[in-house]
């Protein structure tokens, strides 16, 4: 019977090939994988030409660069390893299960097969996966050599660590779940379990912290020392029995020759077969889990396909109050912004938004503190400058690809749009009023902050407070027309190439998807310099040849207002070519 399940695992993973080489027949994939191998190996290949070799190279760039870089490289993946492993103790799905597909489930969980052969079923297809992964992973960066004897035992180390932690990760879901089902006091256990795991952290800084506050290591901190502080760091007592587990699976990536490879493989291949035997050998009906998590992976690709945000964790629906009261009668462009507002709220607008705007203000501010204050800077209103700055340029060129409640998410349900009485023009004006507001919004909050962190110590003379508040208002005045263009250009290219774009959406991985979704951003990207490099560059001027003769607070009022209405006139033409081309739109024809 295994025999069986490897023969349709195989079979499964070559007509998965061969189907994506025949719709290389189809031009969108043809030119999605020509853009795709070309960024690869101008991004790739080619820049890492000069960068692999071994010795040579690693001294010219610095070999204690590299030292730091894998030590980081190597803190950071343990450090997500012990949280994702407590976060499965402390969070625990309710029903555990394995990642079956529809199909799989529809087919083998009927058919007479025991429970253990479709466990091994499914750790095979994943082990297939990974090593897919794995290669690739050691192709592409297979220059940046760190130590491994070449891009093979690199492959096959890299395998080793995705393997074990993922066959750890699904044994740690069905034991949880098995506790649960048997034991009286689960929470008591998985308490234990997390305490555990948060000891052996506090075990393993402690022990790092000790050696490096010993007096012999005062000479390891210093620059002629820092070649020889993770060997010595590693080889210290007790931190080497501590972090045994870890090196045991790192080292076969990190093996240097071919016979230290061949021996770190051991112990390695002993701990993968001990925690392959664990899932194998679990008893828990992993059936009713296996479903429940195959229906959450539909239902986050579905919410992909209309661009909202994928919920992580268990959430329950429940019914949510309007943005704002509708009227019965009004403009129809209102009733698409209360739409899309609502969808919106619950996907853009949410927790997890806030939390990834609250870890990237704390990481630029750490990044930028320290080399603000090697430079005498005291004050952090030059970080705030900065961070407004960037997250500024973030909102207006990736801004319109993460909102896409407008157009976008409705083109599946086109033939309901077009029944409506309203012009084509009115339609794209609707859709496109949330997500203009919102980002709108977000420029004015960086506006109003950044105007008080730029030159906060009042050095520039020329930055009078009636200049700086004229500067804010002229720029929250062209903020919502410049968004408002920006979120032209993707509506109209999914009206023009819907096929193009229902492809890049899916979450479907292959190359012609990743040179599909390229083609489309270099395209809104060169879009948007168009647009805003000229735009400034013509506000520029303005102000530059008229603050000598009205000021500079009215030279910056008239600059806005050319641009301004130049922008307006460019987003009518937009909003008018997307309704004409709407008003002739067949989705059935288009969307195959």
Known sequence: MIGALVYLRVTSFRNLVAYRVRRLRQPRYLVGVAAAAVYIYFFFLRRLRGVGGGGASLQAIGAEFFQAFVGALCVMACAYSLVRIAFAWISPPPAAGLQFSEAEIAFLFPAPLSRKALIHFRLLGGQLAILVTSVLTAFVFGRLSFGAANSVTRAAGIWVMLSTFSLHLSGTHLAVARLKESSARPVLWRAAAVAAIILYAAAVIWSA?????????????????????????LASSPLRWLILPFGIILGPYFAADVPGFLLAMVPALGVLALHYHWVASSEYRFEEGSIALAE???????????????????????????PFPLSQKGPPEIAFLWKNLLSMRSSLLSLRTVGIAIMLTLWVSFVLGPVLSTRGGGSYA?????????????T???????????????????????TYPIAGWRLALGELLAPAAVLSAVLWLLIIVGSFAVDAGGHLEWLTPGVRLTSALCLGAAAPVVCAVQLIVPNLLAVLLPGWYQASRSRGGGIENFGQRLILGVVNMAFALMVLAPAAVFASLIIFSAFMHIGLAAAIVLAAAVVV???????????????????????????R
């Open 209 to 233: 912290v000790a050696f490096l506050n010993m007096p012999s290591s005062a000479g390891l901190l210093s620059g002629r020392g820092m070649d020889r502080l993770a060997p010595s760091l």
């Open 396 to 418: 207006l060129l990736l801004g319109p690809q993460i909102a896409r409640q407008d157009l976008r998410s409705d083109l599946a349900v086109a033939d309901i749009l077009k």
């Open 382 to 394: 030059p970080i705030v400058a900065v961070f407004c700055s960037i997250a500024s340029g973030y």
């Open 565 to 591: 209405s130049i922008l307006t006139g460019e987003a009518a033409v937009g909003l008018w070519l997307i309704g004409e081309q709407f008003r002739s739109f067949d989705l059935s024809t288009e969307i």
């Open 296 to 322: 959450r992976r539909a239902t986050t690709k579905a919410a992909m396909l209309r661009g909202e945000a994928p919920k992580v964790g268990v959430f329950k629906p429940r019914a949510q109050p309007g």
